[in-house]
Structures are given as C-alpha cells and as structure tokens.
C-alpha cells in the first residue's frame, strides 16, 4: 500500500508538469490565435507570412521543433531552460493549428456580415469581435475540442528533452521495478483529463446553441 502511494505521488508531480504545459500552451496559443486570425487580411505581405509561419509550423513534427529550441538556440547565443522551450515550441506550434482551424471558420461564414457590419459603421475590431470571431468559434468548437484533446496528450512528448512529466516518471518507475501499473495509472491521467475536456466544450457548445435559439 506504502508502495502503491509513492508511485501515485511520483506520477502527481509529473501529472502537475504536464498539466503546466497544457494550461500554459492553451491560455497563450489561443489568444494569440484568434489575433491573427482577426488580422490574416490586413496586406499581403503580412498574410504570406502567416501563410508561411503555419505551414513551417504544422508541416513540421513538435518533437523537431522541441529539439531545434532546445539545441539551436544556445547556438545562437539565447539561453533558456527545458521548460522554457517547452512552452515556445507547445505556443507557437498550438498557435499555428488554431490560426487555421478559426480561418477556416472566418472564411466559412457569408462575406456579406463583414460588409453590413462596417456599413452600420462598426470597425474592422468591433465587427470581428462581436460578430465575425464568435460565429467562426461556434462553427468549430468541435475541431477546436480535438485540437485541445490532443494538446493533452502531446505534452507526453517533453520527454525527449528530459522533463520530469508524467510520461517520464512513468518510465522511470516501470524501468526501474519491472512494473506495468504505471501505465495503467497514465492511461487513466489522460483518459479523465479528455473526458472534462469534452464535458468542458459540450457545455459550451449547448450555451452557444442557446445563443442562437434565442436570436
């Protein structure tokens, strides 16, 4: 039973780094997101280098990009710690997926809501803010929830760059006591942290279906 406990809190301290990373990612990533999605069409110069930052990002693996942070920075001068590089490379490559995932939804909606909204003399932030944005979210919160569900699940790949997550801990723990539990314990970290966030998004679906029954 002893036994039993310590695993548990050894895994609670890599769960908790785990969890640091996903909440850090996603309170960034997205913000950052919806920014450059209300932005993508300001000039062309600006929208091929988005263009180009989501392609580089999304095109290449996150494992790639943890180790480019953790190796090539240093080269060029610039000294972070492991978690640091965590966090730049979750941001900028989470940042990427929900640019395109909410363009995809901008670009789905009928151009003349813009057109209207400027007419009746709202700016370009208003109209994107409380008109444009919010209908683009609605349209792909089930997108967005896998999106935010995989997140979970690819924290486990700090790993590689010697983060004492959840991942790691665990195989510490199986090498060094020829034991399986620990995965089962993982599996169900991971499994219970999908299932509130799938609560979390269907609750806020059901609000925005509320929305539009009552307009």
Not at 68 to 83: E, H, K, Q, S, T
């Amino acid at each position: 039973m002893e036994y039993l406990i310590e695993t548990i809190k050894y895994l609670g301290s890599g769960a908790s780094v785990s969890l640091r990373i996903f909440f850090v990612t996603l309170a960034f990533s997205f913000p950052i997101s919806i920014l450059i999605a209300m932005t993508y069409r300001l000039n062309i110069v600006y929208r091929r280098f988005i263009s180009f930052y989501t392609w580089l990002f999304r095109g290449t693996p996150l494992m790639l990009q943890l180790f480019f942070f953790m190796f090539g920075l240093p080269a060029f001068g610039i000294a972070v710690d492991r978690m640091m590089v965590a966090y730049i490379a979750f941001i900028l490559n989470y940042a990427a997926y929900f640019t395109e995932i909410l363009r995809a939804g901008i670009e789905s909606l009928p151009k003349d809501q813009e057109e209207s909204a400027q007419v009746m003399g709202a700016s370009r932030y208003l109209t994107y803010r409380h008109v444009i944005m919010p209908q683009a979210i609605r349209k792909e919160m089930p997108t967005i929830t896998n999106e935010v569900i995989t997140l979970i699940k690819d924290t486990s790949l700090v790993t590689v760059i010697a983060i004492s997550d959840l991942m790691r801990n665990v195989k510490e723990i199986v090498s060094r006591d020829f034991t399986i539990s620990p995965f089962f314990l993982a599996a169900v970290f991971y499994l219970l942290i999908s299932y509130i966030i799938i609560r979390i998004f269907k609750k806020l679906e059901n609000k925005f279906d509320f929305m539009d029954n009552t307009v």
